[in-house]
Nanobody, 126 residues
Framework: QLQASGGGLVQAGGSLRLSCAAT????????MGWFRQAPGKEREFVAA????????YYADSVKGRSTISRDNAKNTVYLQLNSLKPEDTAVYYC?????????????????????WGQGTQVTVSS
């Protein structure tokens, strides 16, 4: 129901725009998040956006270099990644959290999310 795309191989300093398209149901009332998992590491929070798109949270590792946004009419959430570094190499996953209380610091917790996409690989070469 969540399909992530847009990953690829990019040189350090480059940019990528990841997309996550939802099908089968509307996710317009869900908090949407992006997480990533590098080989041998835990899945970690990257960014989250409120259902309205007006509130966002970022991991310190990507803050200032990335932008999460959403288009509810298209049932799609985006993650713009700029100034990419080799340490950004990972599989990136989008996820949806049906939390009616709204976005908060708890939205950084991967266990809060109810639906997950299949992931898209981002590889940054030095």
């Amino acid at each position: 129901q969540l399909q992530a795309s847009g990953g690829g191989l990019v040189q350090a300093g480059g940019s990528l725009r990841l997309s996550c398209a939802a099908t089968g149901r509307s996710f317009s009332s869900y908090i949407m998040g992006w997480f990533r998992q590098a080989p041998g590491k835990e899945r970690e929070f990257v960014a989250a956006v409120s259902w309205s798109g007006d509130t966002t949270y970022y991991a310190d590792s990507v803050k200032g270099r990335s932008t999460i946004s959403r288009d509810n009419a298209k049932n799609t959430v985006y993650l713009q990644l700029n100034s990419l570094k080799p340490e950004d190499t990972a599989v990136y996953y989008c996820a949806a959290d049906q939390d009616y209380s709204g976005i908060s610091d708890r939205s950084r917790d991967r266990y809060k999310y109810d639906y997950w996409g299949q992931g898209t690989q981002v590889t940054v070469s030095s």
